[in-house]
C-alpha cells in the first residue's frame, strides 16, 4: 500500500498532454486553451471619451474661459475628427475617439448648450485627462493577455473576441468511459428487488465530470461474468481515452477487475492506497499502439478502478482522477485552497482521511471548514449541503479545532 503523495505522483507522472486542435470561438466555451492569448493592437485603440459632454483643451479652461463655441459632433463609432481651435470645444459621446489636441471631457450635466455655445457651471473644477481612457492604458499590442492551459469562461471569450480570434487552438476531449460492475446494480427506473440497489455511481462521476469540462462520457455497465467483462474490457480500451471503473476492485470472490486489466495488457502501477475512504484504488496504464495510418503514434490509457462504495468513489474522483484529466488536457495547475477546522476531530488507524466538509471563507484565503459526519463510504445522502473534502495527512490520530489543511472542492 502506498501513500496518497506516491498515489498522486505516479498517475500525473504517467500522463501526457492530449494533441491539441482548432476550435470556433462560438464552441470554445468549457474547453482548455492551448496557446496563449495575445493583444492584436493596445487597448483602447484611441484616447476614449467615458461620458457624455464636451471635449475641450484644458489649458483654456486653466486660463479662465468657460464659454466654449460648439464647433461639431464627436460619436462613438464615426472616425476622429480634427480637433477645433484654440477656445472652442466640440460635443462628444460615451466611447467616441477624443480627438487629439484636446484633453479634458466634461459632463453634459455640467454643461449649458445654448445657440451654438457651452458653458461651463462656475463651480465646477476640472483637469487634465478628466473622462478620457488613455490610448493604450489598458494593455500594449503583443501583449499575452490569456495564457495557455486556461479553461475558457465567457471572460476569457471576450478577450479573445476583442482580439480578432474568430478560432483558438484547445485540447482535444478525451473520451471516458465510467464502467459500473456489480450484479447487485440495477437501473435507476428499475424497481430494486431486497437484494438490489439502483446504480448510481455513474451518473455521478458523469455528473462531476461534464461540470469539470469533460463532456464526452460514456457510461456502460459490466456484469460479474469474467468472460463477458474481459470482451468489454477489450473495447474499452481500444476507444477511450481515459477508463473510471468503481466496483470490482477489492480482495472479494466477484472482483475480477485488475486479474483481467492485467491480463489484457495493463500494467498495475499501484493497487492499494494508505487513505480512508477509497483505500482498494487500483491505477494502471494501458499502452495503446497507433492505428495504420499512424503506427508509431502510442498513446498512453490511464485507468482507475476506483472504490464501489459511492463516497469513496466520488472522493476519488475529485482527488486523482480530475487532476489527471486536466494535466492531459494541459491545463494550469489549480489555485490550492486550505480549510480550516472548526472542531477537533479524531480518526483510528492513522491513514490520510478525506473528511466531508461544509466551508466558509473566512476573507484570509483560508476557509472555515464543518465535517460532516457520514455513516459509511455507501452514505452518499450524506454529502449532500457539503463544498468538497479537506485532507487529513496520516500519521497522527487526533486533529484538534484550527488545524489548517488542503481543501478540495466538488467541481
Same mark, same amino acid.
Given at each position: 500500500?502506498?501513500?496518497?503523495?506516491?498515489?498522486?505522483?505516479?498517475?500525473?507522472?504517467?500522463? &501526457?498532454? !492530449?494533441?491539441?486542435?482548432?476550435?470556433?470561438? #462560438?464552441? +470554445?466555451? $468549457?474547453?482548455? /486553451?492551448? =496557446?496563449?492569448? %495575445?493583444?492584436?493592437?493596445?487597448?483602447?485603440?484611441?484616447?476614449?471619451?467615458?461620458?457624455?459632454?464636451?471635449?475641450?483643451?484644458?489649458?483654456?479652461?486653466?486660463?479662465?474661459?468657460?464659454?466654449?463655441?460648439?464647433?461639431?459632433?464627436?460619436a462613438?463609432?464615426?472616425?476622429?475628427?480634427?480637433?477645433p481651435?484654440?477656445?472652442?470645444?466640440?460635443?462628444?459621446?460615451?466611447?467616441?475617439?477624443?480627438?487629439?489636441?484636446?484633453?479634458?471631457?466634461?459632463?453634459?450635466?455640467?454643461v449649458?448648450?445654448?445657440?451654438?455655445?457651452?458653458?461651463?457651471?462656475?463651480?465646477?473644477?476640472?483637469? &487634465?485627462? !478628466?473622462?478620457?481612457?488613455?490610448?493604450g492604458? #489598458?494593455? +500594449?499590442? $503583443?501583449?499575452? /493577455?490569456? =495564457?495557455?492551459? %486556461?479553461?475558457l469562461?465567457?471572460?476569457?471569450?471576450?478577450?479573445?473576441a476583442?482580439?480578432?480570434?474568430?478560432?483558438m487552438?484547445?485540447?482535444s476531449?478525451?473520451?471516458?468511459f465510467?464502467?459500473?460492475?456489480?450484479?447487485?446494480?440495477?437501473?435507476?427506473?428499475?424497481?430494486?428487488?431486497?437484494?438490489?440497489?439502483?446504480?448510481?455511481?455513474?451518473?455521478?462521476?458523469?455528473?462531476?465530470?461534464?461540470?469539470?469540462?469533460?463532456?464526452?462520457?460514456?457510461?456502460?455497465?459490466?456484469?460479474?461474468?469474467?468472460?463477458?467483462?474481459?470482451?468489454?474490457?477489450?473495447?474499452?480500451?481500444?476507444? &477511450?481515452?481515459?477508463?473510471?471503473?468503481?466496483?470490482?476492485?477489492?480482495?472479494?470472490?466477484?472482483?475480477? /477487475?485488475?486479474?483481467?486489466?492485467?491480463?489484457?495488457?495493463?500494467?498495475?502501477?499501484?493497487?492499494?492506497?494508505?487513505?480512508?475512504?477509497?483505500?482498494?484504488?487500483?491505477?494502471?496504464?494501458h499502452?495503446?499502439?497507433?492505428?495504420?495510418?499512424?503506427?508509431?503514434?502510442?498513446?498512453?490509457?490511464?485507468?482507475?478502478?476506483?472504490?464501489?462504495?459511492?463516497?469513496?468513489?466520488f472522493?476519488?474522483?475529485?482527488?486523482?482522477?480530475?487532476?489527471?484529466?486536466?494535466?492531459?488536457?494541459?491545463?494550469?495547475?489549480?489555485?490550492?485552497?486550505?480549510?480550516?477546522?472548526?472542531?477537533?476531530?479524531?480518526?483510528?488507524?492513522?491513514?490520510?482521511?478525506?473528511?466531508?466538509?461544509?466551508?466558509?471563507?473566512?476573507?484570509?484565503?483560508?476557509?472555515?471548514?464543518?465535517?460532516?459526519?457520514t455513516?459509511?463510504?455507501?452514505?452518499?445522502?450524506?454529502?449532500v449541503?457539503?463544498?468538497?473534502?479537506?485532507?487529513?495527512?496520516?500519521?497522527?490520530?487526533?486533529?484538534?479545532?484550527?488545524t489548517?489543511?488542503?481543501?478540495?472542492?466538488?467541481?
Open positions: 500500500m502506498i501513500s496518497v503523495a506516491e498515489a498522486e505522483h505516479l498517475i500525473l507522472d504517467s500522463l &501526457a498532454p !492530449l494533441p491539441s486542435e482548432s476550435c470556433k470561438i #462560438d464552441r +470554445a466555451h $468549457g474547453r482548455f /486553451l492551448r =496557446e496563449p492569448i %495575445v493583444a492584436d493592437r493596445e487597448s483602447p485603440p484611441f484616447n476614449r471619451a467615458t461620458m457624455d459632454g464636451i471635449a475641450i483643451r484644458f489649458s483654456d479652461w486653466n486660463e479662465g474661459k468657460r464659454t466654449f463655441g460648439v464647433t461639431g459632433t464627436q462613438a463609432g464615426q472616425p476622429v475628427m480634427d480637433a481651435e484654440p477656445g472652442s470645444c466640440i460635443e462628444i459621446m460615451t466611447g467616441a475617439p477624443v480627438p487629439e489636441g484636446l484633453d479634458c471631457v466634461v459632463r453634459c450635466e455640467d449649458t448648450v445654448e445657440s451654438g455655445n457651452a458653458t461651463i457651471r462656475e463651480e465646477i473644477e476640472l483637469e &487634465a485627462g !478628466l473622462a478620457i481612457h488613455p490610448q492604458s #489598458d494593455f +500594449a499590442a $503583443g501583449a499575452v /493577455l490569456v =495564457e495557455s492551459g %486556461v479553461r469562461s465567457g471572460r476569457e471569450i471576450a478577450v479573445a476583442s482580439c480578432g480570434k474568430e478560432e487552438e484547445v485540447s476531449q478525451p473520451k471516458v465510467v464502467v459500473t460492475t456489480g450484479d447487485e446494480l440495477v437501473e435507476i427506473d428499475d424497481e430494486p428487488l431486497p437484494h438490489q440497489i439502483r446504480r448510481t455511481n455513474d451518473r455521478a462521476l458523469a455528473a462531476a465530470l461534464m461540470s469539470a469540462g469533460f463532456d464526452r462520457v460514456e457510461r456502460v455497465h459490466v456484469p460479474d461474468e469474467p468472460q463477458m467483462m474481459r470482451w468489454q474490457l477489450e473495447r474499452f480500451l481500444g476507444d &477511450a481515452d481515459a477508463l473510471v471503473f468503481t466496483g470490482g476492485v477489492s480482495k472479494g470472490q466477484f472482483d475480477h /477487475l485488475p486479474a483481467l486489466l492485467e491480463e489484457l495488457g495493463v500494467p498495475c502501477l499501484f493497487h492499494g492506497v494508505s487513505q480512508k475512504p477509497g483505500k482498494p484504488m487500483w491505477y494502471g496504464i499502452k495503446r499502439p497507433g492505428d495504420f495510418l499512424h503506427p508509431d503514434d502510442e498513446s498512453s490509457v490511464p485507468v482507475f478502478a476506483l472504490p464501489g462504495n459511492p463516497v469513496s468513489c472522493i476519488c474522483l475529485h482527488r486523482y482522477v480530475l487532476p489527471a484529466l486536466r494535466r492531459m488536457s494541459g491545463s494550469r495547475p489549480q489555485p490550492v485552497k486550505h480549510g480550516a477546522l472548526d472542531r477537533e476531530v479524531s480518526f483510528s488507524p492513522p491513514l490520510t482521511r478525506f473528511l466531508p466538509v461544509s466551508s466558509v471563507e473566512d476573507g484570509d484565503g483560508v476557509f472555515r471548514v464543518e465535517p460532516r459526519q455513516n459509511t463510504s455507501g452514505d452518499f445522502a450524506s454529502l449541503g457539503t463544498d468538497g473534502f479537506i485532507e487529513l495527512d496520516s500519521g497522527r490520530d487526533d486533529f484538534p479545532a484550527g489548517v489543511a488542503r481543501l478540495w472542492t466538488w467541481t
